[in-house]
């Protein structure tokens, strides 16, 4: 499914400091649950590429369980009950893994609060977990090194946009993925007035 892409696009706020690179190639996919997937796939697909135009190739909602002996082929209303292990999540694939990754984990965390465990404001269970599920070494340590930096921009009190003070965000492997039903795809666009806990927290990503 291809991304839409903005005709007039913004310019980055604070790039901060540069991404950095991996030394090598980075997979081009990746899967991050920020609660309800209807606003993460909002944000990533609309938004993240106001700011880098043709960054996303295709995103996709879905469902992925950080067991990967969980249930297979789970139905919306399963996840919905919180008794599958699944969480919600946007599989994301880059055109440019190796200049686009570290900025999209570091927008993934300006849109959503990482401080509330299982929940994004009124969605509560383990379906909306914030989780970023990787596909490499390389990714992982990305990850890894920008949730640190919001943890530190938390204590230092560089952040108070969030609920809590301690980021809860769980970050591991990859399993498998299972796409939504197409009535979910896309779904904000279909319906601009549905329902939606998303907003920017924050639009400049702290000095680091």
Not at 86 to 95: A, F, G, Q, S
Not at 125 to 131: E, I
Not at 161 to 174: M, N, Q, R
């Amino acid at each position: 499914m291809g991304a839409s892409q903005s005709a007039d696009p913004i310019p980055i706020a604070n790039p901060a400091s540069p991404a950095v690179s991996a030394s090598g190639p980075l997979a081009s996919t990746i899967t991050l649950g920020a609660g309800c997937y209807w606003g993460t796939e909002k944000y990533v697909r609309k938004d993240f590429q106001k700011r880098f135009p043709g960054s996303i190739k295709s995103a996709t909602v879905g469902f992925m369980a950080p067991d990967p002996s969980a249930v297979k082929n789970p139905s919306y209303e399963a996840v919905c009950s919180g008794r599958t292990g699944h969480v919600e999540v946007l599989e994301v694939e880059l055109n440019d893994p190796n200049a686009h990754f570290e900025e999209l984990i570091r927008f993934f965390y300006m849109f959503h609060d990482p401080t509330t465990k299982n929940r994004q404001g009124n969605d509560v269970g383990t379906q909306y977990a914030s989780y970023i599920f990787t596909y490499d070494q390389k990714q992982e340590e990305i990850a890894r090194k920008v949730t640190q930096q919001v943890q530190d921009s938390i204590s230092r009190g560089t952040l108070n946009c969030f609920a809590g003070t301690d980021v809860k965000s769980k970050i591991g492997g990859a399993t498998v993925f299972y796409a939504a039903e197409q009535e979910h795809q896309d779904y904000l666009a279909k319906h601009p007035n549905g329902y939606c806990n998303h907003y920017m927290r924050f639009k400049e990503f702290p000095q680091v």
